[in-house]
């Protein structure tokens, strides 16, 4: 399963646009690109989730380049709710699911 | 419409002791999920279901973790001897199977003193 690289922490002030870049090199061909978000005492959710080129939904967008060994989150406009454990994960996503230690990013007023 | 859920949400056991954690996955999801989670760290794959049976059991990280999922819907991940170093954050999460979506319940708490 190919291994992801992502920043351990990142600050942010609220109203601002976040970016975070997950590196995965070793991605195969038949290998999704997944974002989690994790708050506190909870459960990681689904935020995204691309293959190649560009998703957005109503909360975040995903760029992919066309070698697909990296991705970029990107969060519009992040409020202080935004705060929380964002994960990349990279896989063909029909089974197991293998996280890394994901970004911790603080949102600040 | 309700999601998955776990009880308890807390155990706190002795060492030695046997326990037992149990989900209950969303209706009509056919896969089922057990992952650890330590503290600050990512969770962790322990065990997978399609059904009633376990399509790879490959993270239990030995003979005294076990889990069931006899009739195909709620499940029980059972640990017998309890170590310390088993005190973690068990989560649950199902998906409908054909979709890489997975949907987690809030974890449980398991404190082994």
């Known amino acids: 399963l190919a291994k992801t690289t992502q920043p351990i922490s990142m600050d942010s002030y609220e109203g601002q646009e976040v970016n975070i870049t997950c590196s995965h090199n070793?991605?195969?061909?038949?290998?999704?690109i997944t974002w989690y978000q994790q708050f506190p005492s909870q459960g990681p959710r689904f935020i995204i989730q691309?293959?190649?080129t560009k998703v957005t939904n109503e909360v975040a967008s995903l760029f992919i380049p066309a070698d697909r060994k990296s991705s970029t989150l990107s969060l519009p406009r992040v409020s202080l709710s935004d705060t929380a454990v964002y994960y990349c994960?990279?896989?063909?996503?029909?089974?197991?699911?293998?996280f890394g230690a994901g970004t911790r990013l603080a949102v600040h007023p | 419409g309700a999601g998955v859920s776990q009880t308890p949400s807390n155990k706190v056991t002795e060492k030695g002791k046997y326990v037992e954690l149990r989900c209950d996955p969303i209706?009509?999801?056919?896969?089922l999920y057990w992952y650890r989670q330590s503290l600050g760290q990512g969770p962790e794959f322990l065990i997978y279901?399609?059904?009633?049976?376990?399509?790879?059991d490959s993270g239990l990280p030995n003979d005294r973790f076990f889990a069931v999922r006899p009739e195909g819907s709620v499940s029980t991940l059972k640990i017998q001897r309890t170590e310390r170093g088993d005190s973690a954050v068990y989560l649950c999460?199902?998906?409908?199977?054909?979709?890489?979506?997975?949907?987690f319940g809030p974890g449980t708490r398991l404190t082994v003193t």
């Open positions: 994960l990279v896989g063909e996503g029909y089974n197991k699911l293998i």
């Open positions: 999460a199902s998906s409908p199977g054909t979709v890489h979506e997975q949907y």
């Open positions: 209706s009509g999801h056919t896969a």
């Open positions: 691309g293959y190649k």
């Open positions: 070793n991605i195969a061909t038949n290998d999704y």
């Open positions: 279901f399609q059904g009633t049976g376990a399509a790879d």
